[in-house]
């Protein structure tokens, strides 16, 4: 099965997953934008775990529940995103494709 340009029947054609990529990226950065602005329920499990260990331990609670949020914030959110983004790219079931040749985009 070859894919034609529906402009200039050329097919020299490929798939263009654009949204899925981006989705993925923005929705990476923004979960872990949001796990990072959970760093204060972070450190206070983190605290509270380590006032067995006063000073020390509660620093060592705050850093790990603070990147704990941001890279599960950021996997969630990347996840997120990809599904959305995968939605995009896949409208009604169809993919998009762009032309190498006239640089026009469809969906096939
Ligand atoms: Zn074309």
Redesign the pocket.
Known sequence: MSIL??????S??YRDDRYRVSGMVAGGAGGAAAGFSGIGIGAAAGAAIGSVVPVLGSAIGAITGGLLGAVSGGLSGAALGHGVGHAMDNKHNRHLYR??????LFAF
């Open positions: 340009c529906p402009r200039c029947r050329s020299n054609v032309c190498r040749r006239c640089g026009k």
